[in-house]
């Protein structure tokens, strides 16, 4: 879904609930794995001592975007993509160009069940192919049943807005008011102000006419078409599902507050979800419930307490998932600046925190920024310092510092990845004179990564730099710290907010100006390697690797008997990653990462390494 419009930022939930099912029929054969699978790659997760970990008990990262807002339009028939073959090269450019290693799938609800009771299977399984292509590519996939403000079937054909998720039946069951926003700039202001979606938010949290119900037995019907119709080798490329995309009461009873809605209404809605996922074949995976959708929020006026703070320790059925946008930024109001090193390192703190109190995984479903509009101008720093958020607790003037309060890496994935995006052919609200082509064709939003040159071919409409990043995809043991100075630009200015240094005088001349990344870890004893994925600003002859396990310029291919190496990613997609192999278990690690040195000498690589060293010695416990 995706909340911030291309400015506004407050969205709702609604409309997309499931049915038990129990799963008919078996899944099909094993298929292949992804082109260039080495023997370690498994890319099942599942959630232990608080982390997402694989079948080796290494800590993964899922990074990556939304795929894609254009599932909210009618021109593809609620569809990320008008063919497989779309799907396959948005897939390949996401890896190769965007340094994703996950997506979030969406699904529609409207197109799911068009009619009441009646499944349309020529859609799941269209979508089920489209999923293919990610999981082909080797991507992990973690489907989302989406919506914002409840449906389009709420809006008039003139409005200034629309909505999507439940369908037109869905709607006619309820008797709402007309709809009508008020005085209202952005988009997801309709979450609070208009009374339709309103009313038809609540019932659907009330199951008023059996629409939680019916919404749970289409989930639950979905959830078995997939199993049913994905190899096991694609299966397990499943991360989990996301039940409901911002969920909102949409109008509180008497004396009700947002933390007992939570607790009374939401969380009961994740169980019944919860109970489909187990009778269709999904109890080995997540459910990535998010919480009430104000509940972080960074303007005081719209927080609203919860995180499903009532719901226990969550443990492995359960991922806390989020989403993350500034609306003061947002605003255009609220803040006038941009943004600075560590910017939001105290709501990514936040979640980091109730994660851990709930005992499971955290994943930043949705972040962004609009690229378009009169906020744009922010958009280079707010990213960044997301990103930056994602990576470590510490802003980067503290985190060489305390590389040890650096905490664990968050998963997350951006919104969006629309290759579509400015191609659009969209009649908002079936109205054939107010027809949408430009940004995202939804709500006024701007927020894609992406787009197609006249040639058709996928192009960045970001900083490479900042999208295509070093991060430890998989950790064999427990992350200690993280970092990475992507040097991404603000236009012409490039943005270091974490330099290294001045007391690590070698380590500061071999990084120069180049783009580096740190991590530090304490090993499990798996034989499985650690894994970082390499930009493409990463060639193999620009890398240099200082770390104990060895110091190395120009990382050679992966072998068994090499402890630092370059192999590439699964899928085919020319995607790297540099593989770290330490068999030891309870020693702490290091490894720098830079592509700022051509052909350094082997002295200053040994006094980097000797630097480095030291300081992790002081550092690391």
């Not at 078995?224 to 009873?253: C, K, M, V, W």
């Not at 959708?293 to 919860?306: H, I, K, S, V």
């Not at 052919?425 to 082509?437: A, F, H, I, S």
Request: hydrophobic residues 40%.
């Amino acid at each position: 879904m995706d909340m911030p419009t291309i400015r506004a930022r407050l969205l709702v939930v609604l409309a997309v609930l499931l049915g038990s099912l129990p799963v008919a029929g078996v899944p099909p054969a094993a298929a292949a794995p992804p082109s260039g699978s080495l023997w370690f790659d498994d890319p099942a997760v599942t959630v232990h001592d608080g982390r997402l970990t694989d079948a080796h008990g290494r800590e993964i990262v899922l990074r990556g975007y939304n795929v894609s807002g254009e599932t909210k339009l009618a021109e593809n028939n609620g569809l990320p993509f008008a063919s497989v073959a779309d799907a396959r090269t948005s897939a390949a450019a996401l890896r190769a160009l965007g340094g994703g290693n996950t997506v979030r799938f969406l699904l529609s609800w409207a197109y799911a069940e068009p009619e009441r009771g009646r499944v349309d299977t020529a859609y799941l399984a269209a979508a089920t192919d489209q999923i293919k292509a990610f999981l082909d590519a080797g991507l992990r996939v973690y489907p989302d049943f989406h919506q914002d403000l409840h449906s389009r079937y709420l809006f008039d054909a003139d409005s200034w807005y629309t909505g999507d998720g439940a369908p037109r039946w869905a709607v006619d069951a309820g008797d709402y008011p007309d709809e009508s926003c008020g005085i209202c700039l952005f988009w997801g202001q309709n979450i609070t102000q208009n009374e339709a979606v309103k009313r038809a938010s609540y019932d659907f949290w009330h199951n008023a006419h059996g629409v939680q119900d019916a919404f749970l037995a289409t989930a639950g019907k979905t959830l078995a078409h997939l199993r049913r119709h994905l190899s096991d080798d694609q299966f397990e490329g499943i991360a989990g599902f996301d039940p409901y995309n911002e969920p909102h009461a949409g109008t509180y009873d008497s004396g009700q507050t947002s933390r007992a809605w939570e607790k009374d209404v939401l969380w009961p809605f994740y169980e019944r979800f919860r109970a489909r996922m187990d009778a269709a074949g999904w109890r080995d995976k997540p459910a990535f419930v998010e919480p009430n959708l104000f509940w972080n929020a960074n303007l005081d006026f719209q927080r609203q307490e919860g995180g499903l703070l009532d719901a226990g320790e969550l443990g492995p059925r359960y991922v806390f998932n989020t989403h993350f946008y500034d609306q003061k930024a947002i605003s255009g109001v609220f803040m006038w600046g941009k943004a600075a090193d560590g910017q939001y390192a105290n709501d990514f703190r936040t979640v980091r925190d109730r994660a851990a109190a709930a005992r499971t995984a955290a994943v930043v479903s949705e972040f962004g920024h609009p690229l378009a509009g009169a906020v744009a101008d922010k958009a280079p720093t707010v990213l960044k310092a997301m990103y930056q958020a994602l990576d470590s607790r510490l802003k980067g003037a503290d985190w060489w510092n305390d590389p040890a309060a650096s905490g664990p890496v968050l998963s997350g994935s951006q919104w969006q990845w629309d290759i579509y995006h400015g191609r659009h052919r969209e009649l908002m609200n079936g109205n054939p004179d107010k027809v949408r082509t430009e940004g995202d064709a939804w709500n006024d939003e701007d927020l894609s990564a992406v787009r197609l040159d006249d040639s058709g071919r996928p192009v960045l409409r970001q900083d490479a730099r900042l999208l295509d990043r070093l991060y430890p995809s998989a950790t064999a043991g427990t992350t200690v710290g993280f970092t990475y100075e992507d040097r991404s630009r603000d236009g012409s200015a490039t943005l270091t907010w974490n330099p290294v240094p001045r007391s690590l005088p070698h380590v500061r001349q071999l990084v120069g100006s180049g783009q580096y990344g740190l991590l530090l870890w304490r090993s499990n004893g798996t034989a499985a390697p650690t894994e970082l994925h390499l930009p493409a600003s990463f060639p193999a002859a620009s890398t240099t690797v200082v770390s104990d396990l060895g110091t190395v310029h120009a990382p050679p291919a992966y072998g068994s008997t090499t402890p630092v190496g370059v192999a590439p990613e699964p899928g085919g997609t020319g995607s790297r990653r540099l593989l770290l192999t330490a068999p030891d278990a309870g020693v702490a690690h290091f490894a720098l990462v830079t592509n700022g040195a051509t052909a350094p000498p082997a002295d200053l690589l040994a006094a980097a390494r000797s630097e480095l060293a030291a300081w992790a010695a002081r550092e690391v416990s």
